[in-house]
């Protein structure tokens, strides 16, 4: 046995990354959670982000910003050409050095004066590109192209500072203010929390503990963060993950109904018909039907994924025929 066991390593803090995806047909709605928050844009094709029954559209030429969590999305190819979109993802501590930089070195005022009830209460924004936007990206693509980011993290952290001041600089807006909400890093642990608990046989007291709160603080917490009550929350993200389950999988009603913890079949269809207005079998009776009847014919969407991309794909990602991790 060795007399001195080996020091551990320290993990590398996660950089800031930027990746390019490109994706030839549509495959349908996927989940993605995210562990950063992201800011993308649409170069061609049209992005759905979904909640529940209404879904959001983010067209070629307009930028859009997904906080960390669980989204619902679908890439649409337009025509022949394939769906691109190139993204940059970030933590809250990065933004926060980036921000500290453009304020102290650059003199730059930052304010938040903007107060909108619907980007508050929705984890996403859409804004239309701007000319210098459209320039930027423009760049950013031709350097994935080309291959200048892979592993040049400063650079890609000076482009992610460019790309902010840039949204700094448009004066108040919903995109401006949903970013520089991601500056409370108290809120974002608390947030994550909960989005890592969502699918877990947690109970509401167990998860007060696991916040650091009294269950009456963890509740008026969760609900000036998430607009609703814990219990009604879960629920509804349950309900919304199984939706996606049915229309992209041939699970049976009680697997959908365990696998996204309803283990009593009878009660999740219950719950189900009283968010949709229907049971989960005509819901994926109908969701086939619109199929059939818009002529694309079935479509094999697979399983939800997870995390974000790793060093391979940001060095390949520019000109893959895939779909990759993220968005």
């Known amino acids: 046995m060795p007399k001195h066991l080996p020091k551990s390593i320290p993990p590398v803090p996660q950089q800031p990354t930027v990746v390019k995806y490109v994706q030839p047909s549509r495959i349908g709605i996927q989940s993605h959670t995210l562990t950063r928050h992201c800011i993308g844009y649409v170069r061609r094709g049209t992005k759905y982000i979904y909640y529940g029954d209404v879904r959001h559209a983010v067209g070629a030429g307009e930028v859009f910003y997904l906080s960390a969590g669980t989204h619902y999305t679908e890439d649409v190819p337009t025509g022949s050409r394939n769906f691109e979109q190139v ?42 590109g701007w000319p210098a936007l459209k320039n930027f990206f423009s760049t950013i693509n031709a350097g994935l192209r080309d291959n200048l980011f892979a592993d040049d993290d400063t650079a890609v952290h000076l482009k992610l500072t460019e790309l902010v001041y840039l949204i700094l600089s448009q004066g108040e807006c919903c995109l401006k203010s949903k970013i520089l909400s ?28 696991k916040c650091n709160r009294s269950l009456t603080s963890f509740k ?108």
Not at 94 to 121: G, M, V, W
Not at 182 to 205: P, Y
């Open 87 to 128: 993204v940059f993802y970030y933590t809250s501590e990065q933004l926060a050095r980036i921000l500290n930089n453009l304020s102290l070195t650059y003199q730059l005022a930052i304010t938040n004066d903007h107060s909108c009830p619907e980007c508050e209460k929705q984890s996403h924004v859409v804004a239309p």
């Open 182 to 209: 991601n500056m409370d890093l108290t809120k974002e642990n608390f947030e994550q929390i909960v989005h890592n608990s969502i699918f877990t046989d947690i109970s509401i007291e167990e998860l007060a503990a």
């Open 220 to 327: 008026k917490e969760f609900r000036k963060h998430f607009f609703e009550p814990p219990h009604k929350w879960f629920i509804r993200q349950r309900l919304m993950h199984s939706r996606l389950l049915l229309i992209s999988t041939n699970k049976s009603i009680s697997e959908i109904g365990l696998a996204c913890n309803f283990p009593n079949t009878s009660h999740f269809i219950k719950l189900f018909k009283k968010e949709y207005g229907m049971t989960p079998a005509a819901y994926r009776n109908r969701h086939q039907q619109s199929i059939a009847e818009d002529g694309a014919g079935p479509r094999d969407i697979p399983a939800e994924r997870d995390g974000e991309p790793d060093a391979e794909i940001r060095a390949q990602a520019h000109d893959k025929k895939t779909f990759p991790a993220d968005v």
